[in-house]
Antibody, heavy 120, light 111 residues
């Protein structure tokens, strides 16, 4: 069974930093493309970033609102996905979901999410 | 800001058929990228409902169906049931943004 468990969320002041982690199990993590998706309170889903498997080049892409501030990375030796978030803004407040994503674009497994609150 | 537009809400009586539209543009749905649909029950993470425009993952009832034409896609729910009350999102890839895009989301209410 695929399991994705996010951690690292919490309360941080504007301008601060936070690193989210996602522990993966139940599938071959190293062969799988991974995503972060976020959802602000009461709002819709927003794609944050994707990292391909190293086999497919390990390319990283980030959404425009977070480019230059957030960095997605992976440690295949630990089956773990990360999201380093710097220069946080109040608009980054959201539940952050770790997901698998197929090359076709379908997001087939989601974690339970971790809440990040950016507030002074 | 979502680039895929959905109606904010749709409603129907039990047993009825409802449809949710997802309107994109020539850089996403119109460019031939697949459309996927997700169901999000209150307080839970989204789950895949339709992938590759019209395919259902195992375990998803055949009451749910998807289609795509031109720059739009749609999700149909036939035989509406109380348990279908949820938020529904479409998703695709956008070549101008070089990333995935979600629809604005639609809340389905069973009357």
């Amino acid at each position: 069974e695929v399991q994705l468990v996010e951690s690292g969320g919490g309360l941080v002041k504007p301008g601060g930093s936070l690193r989210l982690s996602c522990a993966a199990s139940g599938f071959t993590f190293s062969n799988t493309w991974m995503n972060w998706v976020r959802q602000a309170p009461g709002k819709g889903l927003e794609w944050v970033g994707r990292i391909k498997s190293k086999l497919d080049g390990g390319t990283r892409d980030h959404a425009a609102p977070v480019k230059g501030r957030f960095t997605i990375s992976r440690d295949d030796s630990k089956d773990t996905l990360y999201l380093q978030m710097n220069s946080l803004k109040t608009g980054d407040t959201a539940v952050y979901y770790c997901t698998t994503v197929r090359p076709s674009g379908v997001i087939d497994s989601w974690g339970q999410g971790t809440l990040v609150t950016v507030s002074s | 800001q979502s680039v895929l537009t959905q109606p904010p809400s749709v409603s129907g009586a039990p047993g009825q058929r409802v449809t949710i539209s997802c309107t994109g543009s020539s850089s996403n749905i119109g460019a031939g990228y697949d459309v996927h649909w997700y169901q999000q029950l209150p307080g839970t993470a989204p789950k895949p409902l339709i992938y590759g425009n019209s395919n259902r993952p195992s375990g998803v009832p055949d009451r749910f169906s998807g289609s795509k034409s031109g720059t739009s896609a749609s999700l149909a729910i036939t035989g509406l049931q109380a348990e279908d009350e949820a938020d529904y999102y479409c998703q695709s890839y956008d070549s101008s943004l070089s990333g995935y895009v979600f629809g604005t989301g639609t809340k389905v209410t069973v009357l």
